[in-house]
């Protein structure tokens, strides 16, 4: 009933651009602060962006900044994640979650960017 589920990923070369998303269904999307998230094999979850629900300030960590964009679409009750100049290090399975009182996680997305 209560679920998030990425879409967006798939196979990209070094400099282009992919625009995730993470689209609710059972709760309202702008009642949470949303977060993005990344996790390459062999290596630590990390956090990426994320949006927050009371005043829509957004956070980049410092290896996507300036590459990637948070947005909302309140209507659609989706978040997106637009990336840009994408590079060999962004590979991962991206994530999203929201959080409130609760927190629910998405499956995840995978994102490969390759020569």
């Known amino acids: 009933q209560l679920q998030l589920v990425e879409s967006g990923g798939g196979l990209v070369q070094p400099g282009g651009s992919l625009r995730l998303s993470c689209a609710a269904s059972?709760?309202?999307?702008?009642?949470?602060?949303i977060g993005w998230f990344r996790q390459a094999p062999g290596k630590e979850r990390e956090g990426i962006s994320c949006?927050?629900?009371?005043?829509?300030?957004?956070y980049y960590a410092n290896s996507v900044k300036g590459r990637f964009t948070i947005s909302r679409d309140n209507a659609k009750n989706t978040v997106y994640l637009q990336m840009n100049s994408l590079k060999p290090e962004d590979t991962a399975i991206y994530f999203c979650?929201?959080?409130?009182?609760?927190?629910?996680w998405g499956q995840g997305t995978q994102v490969t960017v390759s020569s």
């Open positions: 979650n929201a959080r409130a009182v609760s927190t629910y």
């Open positions: 949006i927050s629900s009371s005043d829509g300030s957004t």
């Open positions: 059972g709760f309202t999307l702008e009642d949470y602060s």
